[in-house]
């Protein structure tokens, strides 16, 4: 059993920056390949991005490749997720999520355990 909790979020300028965190208790992260998903008010919760277990690989949405990079520190047992030039179409709740498994992946239903997620609103 593994608790995951987001932190960094809240309100920022159109083109700013945030850094979400996604501090994990319980386990040991390393033990996990970490996600990052969010939903905006109305729609269905879609992919982010993905860090490896081993973290030597990372994957990105479309939307936010060049603008958001996923890491990890094991020492600290968090994964980060860095967002640059934010556009108002990032608005949403973010959520991390992991996975007993080496890869990271893009779809929700293979992740096993769940944060409660951070509000990110940025306003234009």
């Known amino acids: 059993q593994v608790q995951l909790v987001e932190s960094g979020g809240g309100l920022v300028q159109a083109g700013g920056s945030l850094r979400l965190s996604c501090a994990a208790s319980?386990?040991?992260?390393?033990?996990?390949?970490i996600g990052w998903f969010r939903q905006a008010p109305g729609k269905e919760r879609d992919f982010v991005a993905s860090?490896?277990?081993?973290?030597?690989?990372?994957s990105y949405a479309d939307s936010v490749k060049g603008r958001f990079t996923i890491s990890r520190d094991n020492a600290k047992n968090t994964v980060y997720l860095q967002m640059n030039s934010l556009k108002s179409e990032d608005t949403a709740v973010y959520y991390c999520?992991?996975?007993?498994?080496?890869?990271?992946?893009?779809?929700?239903?293979?992740?096993?355990?769940w944060g409660q997620g951070t509000q990110v609103t940025v306003s234009s």
């Open positions: 999520a992991a996975r007993i498994g080496y890869s990271g992946m893009s779809t929700e239903g293979v992740y096993d355990y």
């Open positions: 319980g386990r040991t992260i390393n033990s996990f390949a």
């Open positions: 860090i490896w277990r081993s973290g030597d690989r990372t």
